[in-house]
């Protein structure tokens, strides 16, 4: 397969620079989009072509495009930060374009080659690096995607393709900065089933969930705690996030099911919490475990981990049949330790012993 190179076509700033600095000022999450993106195609018999960055515009699409009707997209999310050095960084790229090939994969999809997907990145970044915040935590969040983009209503795997990279400065993702989060237990809902789609980024998953995310208001949570779908009994993991358990100085992930998402910082901290001398492990959790392990004190702390949330901590849970407080209900001191060790990593703060940060 051949890897395009990205033609740079010329470029207009649809933000001034006072509009870009005011956005930067409160990014929120996702509200804000910088001056350009990439776009590659894919054609049945042709394969990658057409690379180039362009000015951040509006797509124009048929109404028959076959991603309007049966949803065959995926996406990716992944931040690039600011170095102490004033040069910009991205965390584990190659890891998401991995993860992007298996979800193509799953949606029978073509698959983009890992040094396109990093170079398409990197080619954004680069372009508009006065985006990447300079502010400690804050980063510059990617989301690549890739949709269909033949015209038809024939039910079957497209013949052209369009992948797409657009990036939105990034401040907190929960509002209110790290606060414990309180959950619901879904049992009415699932997200998603082995032999499904649930261990793909595909758009559907999150349709899929907003009405849960819903029931989860109406019951005064912030979040939806997914169980797995034959027992109803699994703890799989959240919207947007994996899940860590801590048992003192042990942290437990519910493993790769094959219906929940394998995150790229879960893996990450399970690194991170065995170089700080915690033990690290992937496990089964079940909702009844979960309720036991905080009556007898040996749970002290859950929190939830992601790309765009970081890590933030879980306070409470609710479920049909009850609810309990996790640990004392304040930000637990591993959860803390995680979350700076992570982000001192990722901001440069301290020595990427792993290899993880890509310069640009
Ligand atoms: N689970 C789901 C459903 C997600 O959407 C995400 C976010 O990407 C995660 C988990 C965490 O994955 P990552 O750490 O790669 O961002
Ligand atoms: C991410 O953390 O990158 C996510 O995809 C979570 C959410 C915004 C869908």
Redesign the pocket.
């Known amino acids: 397969m051949t890897t395009p190179t990205i033609e740079l076509k010329p470029s207009s700033h649809p933000l001034s620079d006072a509009e870009r600095e005011r956005a930067l000022a409160s990014p929120g999450?996702?509200r804000y989009f910088t001056d350009h993106m990439v776009t590659i195609k894919w054609t049945e018999g042709r394969g990658w072509h057409d690379a180039q960055l362009v000015p951040y515009a509006p797509l124009s699409m048929d109404p028959a495009n076959m991603t309007l009707h049966y949803a065959q997209t995926i996406?990716?999310?992944?931040k690039a930060y600011r170095q102490p050095d004033g040069t910009v960084a991205t965390f584990r790229p190659d890891a998401n374009a991995r993860r992007f090939q298996a979800s193509a994969r799953r949606l029978g999809m073509p698959e983009l080659p890992v040094e396109t997907f990093v170079a398409a990145c990197d080619a954004l970044v680069k372009q508009d690096k006065n985006w990447v915040p300079t502010n400690g935590e804050e980063s510059l969040?990617l989301?690549p995607f890739m949709i269909a983009s033949e015209v038809g209503l024939g039910v079957r795997p497209a013949n052209e393709y369009l992948f797409i990279v657009i990036a939105s400065p990034a401040g907190a993702?929960f509002t209110g900065g790290v606060k414990p989060v309180s959950v619901w237990l879904s049992q009415e809902y699932v997200r998603a089933v082995r032999g499904g789609t649930g261990a793909a980024?595909t758009g559907g998953n999150?349709a899929a969930s907003l009405v849960a995310q819903a029931q989860a208001a109406q019951h005064g949570c912030d979040q939806v705690v997914w169980l797995d779908a034959l027992e109803r009994r699994w703890i799989e993991e959240m919207?947007?996030?994996n899940l860590y358990f801590v048992y003192g100085n042990k942290i437990v992930t519910p493993e790769l099911s094959g219906s929940l998402l394998p995150g790229i910082?879960r893996d990450s901290l399970l690194k991170i919490a065995t170089d700080l001398g915690y033990e690290a492990a992937e496990g089964r959790i079940s909702v009844d475990d979960w309720k036991a392990a905080t009556e007898d004190g040996s749970l002290t702390e859950v929190f939830a981990c992601?790309?765009?949330?970081v890590i933030t901590p879980v306070g409470s849970v609710k479920s049909e049949a009850a609810s309990w407080t996790v640990g004392d209900g304040k930000p637990g001191e591993v959860t803390m330790k995680l979350r700076k060790a992570l982000l001192d990593l990722q901001t440069g703060a301290t020595p990427d012993t792993h290899g993880w940060m890509h310069p640009l």
């Open positions: 999450f996702g996406f990716e999310g992944l969040y989301r993702y980024k999150y919207g947007g996030m910082t992601g790309t765009a949330a």
